[in-house]
């Protein structure tokens, strides 16, 4: 029906008509009201994201959970999906479950220090792509195997000192760590640490490597020739007071000291002695060959004394050759 149709109908109907149209257009109340209804759903986080604060643990409402000192053993559970910064230092917690660990996807922070962790995989932080921060100083960790760090794509520090038993960390251990500013090795029980480790890291400015019981080889010259050349800001060369260690011997001074040590007095006797037993040896060599060369034996010389005075004599020549 159009407008001037409503005219023809009794009014009962034409009641009916009116009373369906003003329940179907909704009053501007009602519209507000369903506006803040869809705001509020779409900002506010799903219940799995508020899940309750672990027990020993204190949430905020930025997204920091602490958990530090309350002598934990295990990875605190129930910890909300939306953490950003999670503090486990000074607890005895053994092991990082990677399936717990992997559900906070937007940890950005992460403090495991003064633990007992013993070891760390690959996929312990298998899916922490936004974590920038990472310490595991003061643990028991053994070594660091191939990629144990290659998931953290935006890993920008890592602190993984005073790890007494930390004797190995392999060279593609940090070969993803493209954005890794900062990284300190010191005080553990590294004796050689492979270039090839830290070539790899172009966004590399600080490096802590005090503390280690360097071996001095080739692979350890190679690392003080690169970081020399490379200018890095060394972790605790100027900072760190230690009765044992002398400031100069801090970071950069320490590693050059051990691994470019000067030659000693039974050194130098060593080579000398060497060089008086070669050069003996060339001498008494070319007074033989001298000695062979001018005592030749008599029959050989009279032999070749009568070759030469034939070929000198023409006509006992010629009279041979006619008889």
């Not at 051990?258 to 000398?272: A, E, K, P, S």
């Amino acid at each position: 029906h159009t407008n001037h149709d409503y005219l023809c109908l009794p009014l009962p109907e034409m009641l009916y008509i009116q009373t369906a149209k003003f329940f179907i257009l909704p009053s501007a109340h009602s519209l507000w009201l369903l506006f803040l209804f869809i705001f509020v759903m779409g900002v506010a986080p799903s219940p799995a994201l508020t899940a309750g604060c672990p027990d020993g643990c204190v949430c905020d409402d930025q997204l920091v959970v602490q958990c530090a000192g309350q002598d934990l053993t295990l990875f605190p559970s129930d910890l909300p999906l939306a953490t950003r910064q999670l503090i486990l230092s000074n607890n005895r917690i053994g092991d990082l479950p990677a399936l717990q660990l992997n559900y906070l996807s937007d940890l950005v922070y992460l403090d495991c220090s003064n633990n007992s962790l013993t070891e760390i995989s690959e996929s312990t932080f298998g899916n922490l792509r936004k974590l920038a921060y990472l310490d595991l100083s003061f643990n028991t960790l053994l070594q660091i195997e191939d990629r144990t760090f290659g998931p953290l794509v935006s890993l920008v520090m890592l602190r993984m000192t005073d790890n007494p038993s930390l004797g190995e960390i392999h060279p593609d251990a940090f070969s993803e760590n493209f954005a890794l500013q900062v990284l300190d090795v010191s005080r553990n029980n590294l004796t050689v640490l492979n270039i090839s480790s830290l070539i790899a890291l172009p966004a590399l400015r600080s490096l802590g490597l005090s503390g280690n019981p360097w071996r001095c080889d080739c692979d350890t010259e190679d690392l003080c020739l690169w970081v020399q050349i490379e200018g890095f800001k060394f972790q605790g060369e100027a900072s760190r007071k230690d009765e044992r260690f002398p400031a100069p011997l801090f970071g950069k001074n320490s590693l050059r000291t051990d691994c470019h040590q000067g030659l000693g007095y039974w050194d130098y006797l060593f080579f000398i002695a060497i060089g008086f037993v070669i050069f003996s040896a060339g001498t008494v060599s070319a007074w033989k060959q001298s000695e062979t060369a001018i005592r030749m034996p008599s029959s050989q010389e009279n032999r070749v004394t009568s070759e030469i005075i034939e070929s000198n004599n023409p006509a006992h020549s010629t009279t041979s050759s006619c008889i």
